[in-house]
């Protein structure tokens, strides 16, 4: 079945530095990709989307690629904030049937020291 | 905008206990979705609403798990009884509308979850 694996954290960061989370995905079909961030104490929000191959969604700093060839939606930031400080997901969302199906990764907290 | 209330933030119970949690989804969305988060996990579906009804069910543990959504409006999830495996954030999210494929997931608003231990 569909899936979703991401890079097991956690990830330690100093302020401005570089962030990549990687991401992969198996489908069968053509799904849409999510990064959903989580900062503590509060719900999952949607950070950013890509709905077709080479597209490239962007958010408050950061990216991600539909990568197609490569089944891969990496996250990258080119300078963290401690702001940044969270967990985040990728997700895959597939028509299954009915209903719309949204798969999530394992999560990968991501800690920014100042 | 209000988001999705949940309550209450935190239980802890022993197992073979009865817990019950509590939804509000946002005013006017149709579609209610309750999942569960396992510590180190992904949130997983267990049920979704459309309006009153169920739409999918199928990774919900019938024999244990119950829910409803009276009035198309707030929901319940109930787990009796709990076992330890059960302990986890139990998160509630909803969305105005069930379009095509392509738009699910950028219209999904989460609440803050329930955390569960069962002890």
């Known amino acids: 079945g569909d899936s979703v694996t991401q890079m097991e954290g956690p990830v330690t960061l100093s302020e401005e530095a570089f962030l990549t989370i990687n991401c992969t995905y198996t489908a069968t079909g053509y799904p849409s990709l999510f990064w959903y961030v989580q900062y503590p104490g509060e719900g999952l929000q949607l950070l950013l989307k890509?709905?077709?191959?080479?597209d490239k969604g962007s958010n408050k700093g950061f990216e991600a690629t539909y990568r197609k060839e490569t089944t891969s939606f990496h996250l990258e930031k080119g300078s963290v904030q401690v702001s940044d400080s969270a967990v985040y997901f990728c997700a895959l969302s597939y028509y299954g049937g009915a209903t719309n199906k949204l798969i999530f990764g394992t999560g990968t907290l991501l800690a920014v020291q100042p | 905008e209000a988001g999705v209330a949940q309550s209450p933030r935190y239980k802890i119970i022993e197992k073979r206990q009865s817990v019950a949690f509590w939804c509000n989804p946002i005013s006017g969305h149709a579609t209610l979705y309750w999942y569960q988060q396992i510590l180190g996990q992904g949130p997983k579906l267990l049920i979704q609403f459309q309006n009153n009804g169920v739409v999918d069910d199928s990774q919900l543990p019938k024999d244990r798990f119950s829910a409803e959504r009276l009035k198309g409006v707030d929901s319940t999830l109930k787990i009796q009884p709990a076992k330890l495996e059960d302990s986890a954030v139990y998160l509630c999210?909803?969305?105005?509308?069930?379009?095509?494929?392509?738009?699910?997931?950028?219209?999904?608003?989460f609440g803050s979850g329930t955390q569960l231990s069962v002890l």
């Open positions: 999210a909803s969305s105005a509308d069930q379009g095509g494929a392509r738009w699910f997931g950028e219209k999904l608003f």
């Open positions: 890509a709905t077709k191959a080479d």
